[in-house]
């Protein structure tokens, strides 16, 4: 009964990949969601860090250790997930769905991207709280686009934001 369970969630978990990643409106979305894709890589995230060392006064400094912090517990989690997991990125399970861009490694679950995304905007939301609709939308449409490009499932796009939230949260809770 849990396998067919398990099975059945699989199975929605892939209906629902083929359903966004089948989309195709046109050149334009395309290069939108790789812009995003893109956001996610981590490079802006440690501008925005680094800026708010050096510039941001002491809130910034809590920013930006709240960061590190957040970060040395979501990546070797993700890892660690990541590794043993070894679940293979959709397009390499189902060549006839070809990735729309380069994937970073084999492995999908859970997405680093979404997990940096979700991270971020929690830390971003409790220093701004007025951004804190907007900051989730971004880290949603990060996510998205990692199911639209073909190199994650929704699940792995979920967990991935599970990890964010919950490692931004327990930075927060240990510095605030």
Do not use: C, W
Request: hydrophobic share 50%; proline share 5%; glycine share 10%.
């Amino acid at each position: 009964m849990v396998k067919s369970i398990g099975q059945n969630i699989l199975r929605f978990d892939f209906n629902l990949f083929v359903l966004v990643s089948s989309r195709r409106e046109g050149a334009f979305l395309k290069q939108f969601y790789k812009g995003l894709s893109h956001l996610g890589n981590g490079h802006l995230y440690a501008l925005i860090a680094l800026r708010e060392l050096l510039a941001g006064g002491g809130a910034g400094k809590l920013f930006f250790f709240s960061a590190l912090l957040a970060f040395g517990l979501e990546l070797p989690v993700y890892l660690l997930v990541k590794n043993s997991v070894k679940r293979l990125r959709p397009s390499t399970r189902h060549p006839e769905l070809k990735f729309l861009i380069v994937p970073p490694d084999q492995y999908s679950f859970p997405s680093g991207h979404t997990a940096a995304a979700f991270l971020m905007a929690q830390l971003l939301g409790y220093q701004l709280p007025f951004l804190v609709l907007p900051l989730y939308i971004l880290a949603g449409l990060i996510g998205y686009s990692r199911i639209y490009l073909r190199v994650h499932y929704p699940l792995d796009v979920f967990f991935g934001a599970v990890l964010g939230f919950v490692s931004a949260n327990f930075a927060l809770k240990l510095l605030f």
